[in-house]
């Protein structure tokens, strides 16, 4: 099946997953991290298979532990966060934009990720919400193994202008709906749709609220 889908793993050795829909057609595509091969991001098609995205600064292999996938800084594109673990020497967590376009395939591009990168980080799991009630995502990473290290806690400092989202869906009976789709529209951002992952990474769990960054 996974063949036939196009997201067969020669590799055997994923870590990480996060399930978003990047460009905009309200399908899920995944993004797949791999110790021992390339880290993909998979599009779906129209007849329900997968296509690979990932440019060659996106799919170098890395010691990934968690992938964060949203919008951090509040302007509607998605950014994919890899959350390492360095455990044979310094690896630092990485930043991507992925940014939509017309008739075409997203454009991917890496950011600079700040304090975050952490290259001696011993990351064991990550996630994203809204601490302080500002409207932007914070960024948790715990840390683990061997290494009696602190949680850590960053702010983002770019989109601080930017409108936002938050919906929290829930079931007829009153648990959160993990697997939701939930869509917004706005007549500047066009549709905007967000899924609730129930996790992507080792050791942690998506909070089940839907985040859209709004453009007027």
């Not at 409108?163 to 007549?187: H, S």
Request: aromatic content about 8%; overall charge negative.
């Amino acid at each position: 099946m996974a063949g036939q889908a196009g997201v067969q793993d020669q590799f055997q050795h994923g870590r990480g997953v996060a399930l978003a829909d990047f460009n905009g057609d309200g399908k899920t595509d995944i993004v797949y991290g791999n110790w021992n091969g390339p880290h993909r991001l998979f599009l779906q098609t129209s007849d329900s298979k997968f296509h690979n995205i990932a440019n060659s600064q996106f799919a170098a292999p890395s010691p990934i532990r968690t992938i964060i996938a949203a919008d951090l800084d509040n302007d509607k594109e998605l950014e994919v966060f890899f959350n390492n673990i360095a455990y044979r020497g310094n690896a630092p967590n990485r930043l991507f934009r992925v940014s939509r376009k017309s008739n075409a395939d997203p454009s991917i591009q890496e950011l600079n990720v700040g304090d975050a990168a952490e290259p001696q980080g011993r990351g064991t799991g990550g996630t994203v919400t809204d601490l302080d009630g500002d409207g932007q995502l914070d960024l948790l990473l715990a840390h683990g193994e061997s290494a009696q290290q602190p949680i850590s806690v960053f702010k983002v400092t770019q989109g601080s202008s930017n409108n936002w989202l938050r919906v929290v869906p829930r079931t007829q009976f009153g648990a959160f709906a993990r697997g939701a789709k939930v869509t917004a529209f706005t007549n500047h951002s066009g549709a905007l749709t967000r899924i609730i992952d129930g996790g992507s990474g080792y050791l942690c769990e998506m909070e089940p609220v839907a985040h859209f960054g709004l453009v007027w």
